[in-house]
């Protein structure tokens, strides 16, 4: 766990993984569909993890800045805490999930505002530097209830969104469980807890900035894109 931490603060900034999305993992994101959760195509609310994925072009270090792809001219702020795997994760237990977990970390998951809450367009949420990491991973046993953690999304200085871990669907421990169930995670893959309902847009010039307490705070900054492909 060590040296995949050391790798992780190291210059140059690069993962050795994939960043795995949780969506509709928060009790206010779930409750924010009403009605249409029970709308076709879907019928109900999800019963398994709904995931995405945050490609390679996304992944950015703490403190840097966002391109705003025209006509865009504000993008989304979603924050979660993130689990950073240290040993393969392949139908584990809930109850020794966290056992393959080296570390957590902030994950500020940027982008274009958008009305498909189940299965968004990867244009959406794939933008080039849109995945922000940082600052640092705090080991496991700094944080040793991942779900009794507060991240504070804040939009030029001024607080906008907070989460509580706390209210998550599933738990960090379950959320682990099932995904691994199908999939496997390997060491250096982060998988997010969730993002609550209410993201804060911010718009070229703006600050934005992740808080969360023992890791720290996680920092960027939204400029407009020259030349850029049309979203």
């Known amino acids: 766990m060590s040296d995949w931490n050391l790798e992780f603060e190291a210059a140059p900034y690069r993962l050795s993984g994939v960043v795995v999305g949780s969506l509709m993992n928060h009790v206010d994101a779930l409750a924010?569909?009403?009605?249409?959760?029970?709308?076709p195509p879907y019928k109900a609310p999800p019963k398994a993890p709904v995931l995405y994925v945050k490609p390679r072009n996304t992944l950015a270090r703490n403190g840097s800045a966002v391109a705003i792809p025209a006509p865009v001219e504000r993008l989304e702020v979603a924050a979660s805490l993130a689990m950073v795997i240290g040993r393969?994760?392949?139908?584990?237990?809930e109850s020794t999930a966290l056992?393959?977990?080296?570390?957590?970390?902030?994950?500020?998951?940027?982008?274009?505002?958008?009305?498909?809450?189940?299965?968004?367009?990867?244009?959406?949420?794939a933008l080039d530097g849109s995945c922000l990491i940082g600052p640092r991973?705090?080991?496991?046993?700094?944080?040793?209830?991942?779900d009794d953690l507060t991240?504070?999304?804040?939009?030029?200085?001024?607080e906008m969104l907070r989460l509580d871990t706390a209210?998550?669907?599933?738990?960090?421990?379950?959320?682990?469980?099932?995904?691994?169930?199908?999939?496997?995670?390997r060491p250096g893959d982060l998988l997010m807890l969730g993002i609550a309902s209410g993201a804060p847009l911010a718009g070229s010039?703006?600050?934005?900035?992740?808080n969360g307490s023992p890791i720290?705070?996680?920092?960027?900054?939204?400029?407009a894109e020259e030349g850029g492909p049309v979203v």
């Open 151 to 158: 991240i504070r999304v804040s939009v030029d200085g001024v």
């Open 205 to 210: 010039g703006q600050t934005f900035a992740v």
């Open 99 to 125: 056992e393959h977990v080296a570390g957590y970390t902030l994950v500020a998951d940027i982008g274009v505002p958008h009305e498909s809450f189940y299965r968004p367009s990867v244009r959406f949420k």
């Open 32 to 39: 924010a569909l009403g009605e249409a959760a029970h709308a």
């Open 216 to 223: 720290g705070c996680l920092a960027g900054r939204m400029v």
């Open 137 to 146: 991973i705090a080991l496991r046993e700094e944080i040793p209830d991942p």
């Open 88 to 93: 393969t994760a392949c139908r584990v237990a």
């Open 167 to 185: 209210a998550m669907v599933r738990s960090a421990a379950r959320l682990l469980a099932d995904v691994s169930d199908f999939m496997t995670l």
